[in-house]
């Protein structure tokens, strides 16, 4: 079989790259060795604790797919309370730049449903069968699967996560700076209100994010060095330590999912294209989580490339390619230096004067409008 564009990894970012790439007329087909639950009533079935904070400008593309999940699934934000270790806070509020909401936040297992029943309406096939071998020449790439059957296509797009296949078959050297913090993520009911707002504390080292879920439900994500000290605990001793942790604000929280943790690294690929062959998502790079970006850096690069490739005769062109690369380079650094900056701002134990100079920093960009301003519309990919 020949097609345009083979994408490998169904998951957000590769869904989101079959769906744009499929509606301006490409041949697309997707290879994914785990394609996702889409049934509603199963996915009603609570809520998912991988969730991430979707800015206006990634909701905007999502709704122009006809995926983004109904009302009530998502929770807009519409006021961010951040805090430093030592009487440092700043507070975003969607009201001071005139818009209805900072950024969305939505479960990973609703908007992947949504791509994926796209992808069915759309008749995009999908092979679900494991990958062997990728070649690429000049005008076309070759993916061997295991029974053996070949597929050409003039692009590949690895999607496939942070551990990425087809990086490596690439021969593309990765830089990977381990943060040696685990995301502990969970969800709960609380007592009090959120009212939309969105809070983070920096403490010790660690970072805590509550993030609003529709009524009165949270779920966080708390980046630590010691997960097992959280993972080990019974649901009521883990929801006792978040309330304390995030100072009783929203009241006592009570269970409501199982809490799982992740490894936090920073990847840097020393490229994310190679002949015939692009990156996209986590296999492009991957970031802290405590500004909630790495998804919206992944559809970043899907809207990107959807962008530049639109009416070029040869979609796997290397100039085409490397337009891409050199596009996503200065926003994704931008990101990952910022995220990474901040986490070791305020892990930094060494210098006496550090939790003094990070705290202040924090109360003077409170104080300044304008540089705050350009922040959260910096964030929300305004
Ligand atoms: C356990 C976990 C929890 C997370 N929780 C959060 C969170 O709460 N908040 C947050 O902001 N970020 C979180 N992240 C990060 C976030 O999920 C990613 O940034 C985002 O999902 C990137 O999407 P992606 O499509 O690039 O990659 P992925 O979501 O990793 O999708 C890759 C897809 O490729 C498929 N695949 C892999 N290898 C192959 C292959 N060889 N052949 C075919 N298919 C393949 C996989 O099955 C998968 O579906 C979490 C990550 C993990 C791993």
New binding site residues.
């Given amino acids: 079989m020949t097609y345009d564009i083979l994408i490998?990894?169904?998951?957000?970012?590769?869904a989101a790259a079959a769906v744009a790439l499929k509606r301006q007329g490409r041949d697309v087909a997707l290879?994914?060795?785990?394609p996702p639950e889409t049934d509603a009533a199963l996915l009603e079935n609570g809520w998912d604790?991988?969730?991430?904070?979707v800015s206006p400008a990634n909701q905007s593309f999502l709704q122009s797919l006809e995926v983004w999940p109904s009302e009530s699934r998502i929770q807009p934000v519409a006021r961010m309370d951040v805090r430093g270790d030592n009487g440092g806070r700043i507070e975003f509020n969607a009201a001071d730049i005139h818009a209805p909401h900072l950024t969305c936040i939505a479960e990973?297992r609703w908007l992947l449903a949504g791509l994926w029943r796209q992808i069915r309406t759309l008749g995009i096939p999908v092979i679900t069968e494991?990958?062997e071998k990728l070649e690429t020449n000049i005008q076309t790439a070759s993916l061997t699967l295991k029974s053996g059957k070949t597929l050409q296509a003039k692009l590949i797009i690895g999607?496939?996560?942070?551990n990425?296949?087809v990086r490596g078959q690439a021969g593309i050297q990765v830089k990977e700076n381990p943060y040696h913090h685990h995301?502990v993520?969970a969800n709960f009911y609380t007592e009090k209100d959120h009212c939309g707002t969105a809070f983070q504390w920096f403490k010790n080292g660690e970072v805590l994010a509550y993030l609003p879920l529709p009524d009165k439900k949270i779920s966080i994500?708390w980046s630590t060095g010691e997960p097992e000290k959280l993972t080990s605990l019974g649901p009521e001793d883990l929801a006792a330590a978040v309330t304390r942790q995030g100072e009783n604000i929203l009241g006592k929280l009570s269970p409501l999912s199982p809490a799982?943790a992740?490894n936090l690294i920073l990847r840097r690929p020393e490229s994310t294209v190679a002949q015939r062959i692009l990156l996209?998502?986590?296999?492009a790079h991957?970031i802290h989580?405590l500004a909630?970006?790495?998804?919206n850096l992944?559809f970043g690069d899907v809207i990107e490339f959807a962008e530049i490739s639109r009416n070029a005769p040869d979609i796997g062109a290397y100039q085409l390619l490397k337009q891409y690369a050199r596009n996503r380079l200065e926003p994704v650094r931008t990101m990952q230096l910022g995220c990474d900056g901040l986490f070791h701002l305020f892990g930094g134990k060494n210098l006496p004067a550090l939790p003094w100079l990070r705290n202040t920093g924090l109360n003077l960009v409170n104080a300044a409008p304008a540089v705050k301003n350009r922040l959260i519309k910096h964030a929300m990919g305004l």
């Fill in positions: 490998i990894g169904g998951g957000l970012v590769g290879l994914e060795i785990r604790a991988r969730i991430y904070a990973n494991t990958a999607a496939d996560g942070a990425s296949w995301g993520v994500v799982f992740f996209m998502g986590d296999a991957t989580p909630g970006q790495g998804v992944g």
